[in-house]
């Protein structure tokens, strides 16, 4: 099926469901998921920004500004021979207005580069290598960055997205983000999860948490 093409497994699903074995060189968790990829792509091209703005607020739990009024948040025109990360290279340059939050951004896109708009693994574009190298900045884990296995060993060791997951999950359960009357219940939460490293203590610690079995009675 297409999944098991995107993936560049051989054969068939035809005959059901089977196990495969995903080339732990390639496969990274969620990171290297083909959905997860392509969700934050262009129909014709990768995106850097989408992809690390969604690691950066989604799984850092740390949100960014939006672009400048004056700033055109469009994807820089493919060109024959230049690869992604030469087009954005005007979102590197420190003069640029983008610089302080796409350095931010972008170093963590960049680490997915070897996963094409539909999340297919490519060892090229343009012509040459692919290029994943960045650095990680403004997290509890920062350091160099090549390629999503090492951003995914960088962020499982993370508690900074340790807790941001376990924020996630709370906000799910709530249907809401949550308040300054959340806060106690929140911090439980995480600190739960934190000593169990289970997503069962997780689920559990939410559902007996103030925040889920109180809500405010408006007089």
Same mark, same amino acid.
């Given at each position: 099926?297409?999944?098991?093409?995107?993936?560049?497994?051989?054969?068939?699903?035809?005959?059901?469901?089977?196990?495969?074995?995903?080339?732990?060189?390639?496969?990274?968790?969620?990171?290297?998921?083909?959905?997860?990829?392509?969700?934050?792509?262009?129909?014709?091209?990768?995106?850097?920004?989408?992809?690390?703005?969604?690691?950066?607020?989604?799984?850092?739990?740390?949100?960014?500004?939006?672009p400048p009024?004056?700033?055109?948040?469009?994807?820089?025109?493919?060109?024959?021979?230049?690869?992604?990360?030469?087009?954005?290279?005007?979102?590197?340059?420190?003069?640029?207005?983008?610089?302080?939050?796409?350095?931010?951004?972008?170093?963590?896109?960049?680490?997915?580069?070897?996963?094409?708009?539909?999340?297919?693994?490519?060892?090229?574009?343009?012509?040459?290598?692919?290029?994943?190298?960045?650095? #990680?900045?403004? =997290?509890?884990? $920062?350091?160099?960055?090549?390629?999503? +296995?090492s951003l995914? %060993? &960088?962020?499982? *060791?993370? @508690?900074?997205?340790?807790?941001?997951?376990?924020?996630?999950?709370?906000?799910?359960? #709530?249907?809401? =983000?949550?308040? $300054?009357?959340?806060?106690?219940?929140? +911090?439980?939460?995480? %600190? &739960?999860?934190? *000593?169990? @490293?289970?997503?069962?203590?997780?689920?559990?610690?939410?559902v007996q948490?103030?925040?889920?079995?109180?809500?405010?009675?408006?007089?």
């Amino acid at each position: 099926g297409p999944g098991r093409a995107i993936r560049g497994l051989a054969g068939s699903a035809a005959s059901g469901d089977v196990k495969v074995e995903l080339d732990p060189a390639r496969a990274a968790g969620l990171l290297t998921q083909p959905a997860f990829l392509a969700a934050h792509s262009h129909s014709d091209q990768t995106s850097p920004i989408l992809r690390g703005r969604a690691l950066r607020e989604r799984f850092f739990c740390q949100p960014l500004p939006d672009p400048p009024p004056d700033v055109a948040a469009v994807a820089p025109e493919l060109r024959e021979g230049l690869t992604t990360r030469e087009r954005y290279a005007m979102h590197r340059t420190a003069n640029s207005a983008c610089f302080g939050c796409h350095r931010l951004i972008d170093d963590l896109g960049f680490a997915l580069e070897h996963y094409d708009p539909l999340g297919r693994y490519r060892a090229d574009e343009a012509g040459k290598p692919i290029d994943a190298r960045g650095e #990680l900045e403004e =997290t509890d884990v $920062d350091g160099e960055l090549d390629g999503a +296995l090492s951003l995914a %060993r &960088r962020m499982s *060791e993370s @508690g900074q997205v340790r807790d941001c997951y376990a924020s996630q999950w709370l906000r799910f359960a #709530l249907g809401r =983000t949550e308040d $300054d009357a959340d806060r106690c219940s929140l +911090l439980r939460v995480q %600190r &739960r999860f934190a *000593e169990a @490293g289970s997503i069962r203590e997780l689920l559990l610690a939410i559902v007996q948490s103030d925040a889920f079995l109180r809500h405010k009675v408006q007089p």
